[in-house]
């Protein structure tokens, strides 16, 4: 241990900065009742030696313009390279969710919207393609295999927007008979029915601001029910009586029917009962004109591979 | 070997005086622990206090129990600390830094702390402090001889001064051309150059006496 004798120049926050009587300055720690010009003695064990990060130099000139320059670059590589939102497609089954795609219909993210959307994501795995219209294929069969679409809750519902306003109406009608069509070719081991409807980016945003799907919030805006839905309404606001009307129909076509199906069967009843729809083919039906489209998806049957027609009136429904 | 010092020390006392002035960085050290500030002067009390207390230590140390250091610890902390108790039940009107206010005063330290600000300011607008010339200081003694003799010599030259008040920075091929220095060398303590410059330029007198021991030996070495 070595004893100094010094002058006491700067006092700072932690330590001291002493003069020798040799001309040497040194950092030493900081004490009680310390006084600038005062002389003190102090050891070897008191001074600090490289003691600390100085505080300024984050505040240096050199350094901020260094991290400032890093920020902006960081934010324009991520422009570059993040995907663009480009449209939104919602999918309600109950589970009900939100798909974001960039222009060249890559999925950029899916938000769920309920804890039934949630545990359907968590068991699914997005393909490498991220492809849309695999991922809205994936996401209805692994509904059906979880369980959420059943032959009582059938309806898939489909509602697609584009994020840009500037986007017009037609290019959301376009985008939604791209996913019809992707649909319409892949094959399904079960029925379903497909409800879609193409909205204005407007829609979007109110959908969002509701906190609900851009599906739901067009089938309220809209007093839509989906097929399904609008019979078990009637079924449990109807009245015995209303119903005991309605039983001279023929009860054989009520059992077998599924419910929603019972509309479209009697235009096929009277428009085109000799030709009926072999399996996998789509019949559409516009419950409101311009708003909503009513698809029925039929199963593929295993033996039907050629779609011919050979199997006419095939289907789980019949 | 701090033991056999002390045993020495106990019985012979030339061996005793060397032995206490060996300890002086270790009374200050512990004075200083124990009052929790630095000793100002070696007139401090608690200095004075320290140093007895060591010197009592020697005669009633036993080299059977401890070492040396831990013992002689416990005796000037405690005789310190008796001291202070003292002090507190005197019950002086004064407080400790009106005191410490009154002695600074009494022996011309205003001044002194006049010549620091000033000398402060000085040195901010260059663009450093006191705690960036403890970096770039000249370690060796020798080396800060003749980066103090530099600076001395430049004070002296009023084109220089002229540069450096005006450029705020040293005029290097200048100070090569006149002073036959050395380029690395100026350009390694330029901060410590410059300041002593400015001290010897703005007659800092107080400062100037502070650092004579190196300018005197300096001044020995020329003549």
Known sequence: MRANKGKIMEILDSHAVVMTSDGHFNRIKRKESMRIG?????????????????????????????????????LVISQITMPVAYAVVSLDINPSLEITVDESRKVVSINPINTEADELLEAYVINENKDLHAVINDLIKLSNAMGYLTSEN??????????????????????MSEILSAIEETEYTFDFTLVSTAREAGDLKSAKSEGLSLGRYAMDKENFMPPGQMKKLE???????????????????????????????????????????????????????????????????????????????????? | ??????????????????????????VIYTVSSVTGRYISTENDMEYSIGLEALNNAIDAYDESTSKFETFATTVIKNRVIDFLRKENRKGYLLSESDVMDATMDESGSVDMRMEIAEFTEHLKKFGFTFDDLVDVSPKHVDSRKRAIRLGMKISGNENCMTYIYKELKLPVSNIIKLFKESRRFVYLHNKYILSIAVIFDKDYSIIKEWIGDVIR????ESQ
């Open chain 1, 38 to 74: 005062a002389d003190v003695l102090y050891t070897s064990n008191d001074l600090m030696e490289k003691p600390y990060l100085k505080k300024s130099w984050f505040f240096n000139f050199k350094t901020q313009v260094a991290v400032a320059m890093f920020v902006v670059l960081a």
């Open chain 1, 235 to 318: 079924e449990t606001e109807e009245t015995e009586a209303v119903e005991q009307e309605t039983e001279p129909q023929n009860e054989e076509e009520k059992t077998t029917l599924p419910p929603g199906q019972e509309k479209k069967v009697e235009e096929n009843k009277n428009t085109d009962n000799e030709k009926p729809l072999p399996p996998g083919q789509v019949i559409k039906e516009q419950n409101k004109p311009s708003k909503f489209v009513i698809t029925e998806k039929k199963a593929t049957q295993p033996n039907d591979n050629n779609g011919n027609g050979k199997n006419k009136g095939g289907g789980k429904g019949n």
């Open chain 2, 1 to 26: 070997m701090d033991s056999i010092s002390a045993k020495e020390a106990k019985i012979d006392p030339v061996s005793r005086e060397v032995f206490i002035k060996e300890h002086i960085p270790f």
């Open chain 2, 217 to 220: 030996g300096d001044e020995y």
């Open chain 1, 154 to 175: 059938h309806n898939v519902i489909l509602a697609t927007a584009m994020i840009d306003s500037k986007n017009s109406k037609s290019d959301s009608i376009e985008f």
